[in-house]
Every structure is written in C-alpha cells, then in structure tokens.
C-alpha cells in the first residue's frame, strides 16, 4: 500500500494486512505493483462475486 488516509491524515504503512469498519462507509486503495501475479481481494467470510476483486500484475 501506497499510503491510508484517514480524515486527511496521512499513513505510509510497510504492510496492511486487513481494513476494519466500524460503521458503513468507503476506501480508496492505491499501491505500487511489486511481484507480478494474480490476486484477489474479498470481503471476509463471503463467497459471492460482487463481494471481491480479481488484480493481475504483469
């Protein structure tokens, strides 16, 4: 992850594992591609498709 940034403050983590709400809200998610592959971001415990995102870096 690039940086998060909560009510205009801004983080530069070295790694996120997971986003937590507490009430319903939104996220904007920007990183720089490192390893090329295929990966898949989901909403935990969930199975449906409009419930995840497929990324593929080349």
Same mark, same amino acid.
């Given at each position: 992850?690039?940086? /998060?940034?909560?009510?205009? /403050?801004? @983080?530069?983590?070295?790694?996120?594992?997971?986003?937590?709400?507490?009430?319903?809200?939104? %996220?904007? /998610?920007?990183?720089? %591609?490192?390893?090329?592959?295929?990966?898949?971001?989901?909403?935990?415990? @969930?199975?449906?498709?409009?419930?995840?995102? %497929?990324? @593929? /870096?080349?």
């Amino acid at each position: 992850m690039n940086e /998060i940034v909560i009510k205009g /403050i801004e @983080t530069r983590p070295l790694g996120v594992a997971s986003l937590e709400f507490d009430e319903a809200g939104e %996220a904007e /998610i920007s990183f720089v %591609a490192v390893v090329p592959g295929s990966y898949e971001l989901k909403v935990p415990g @969930t199975s449906g498709d409009l419930q995840k995102v %497929a990324v @593929t /870096i080349e």
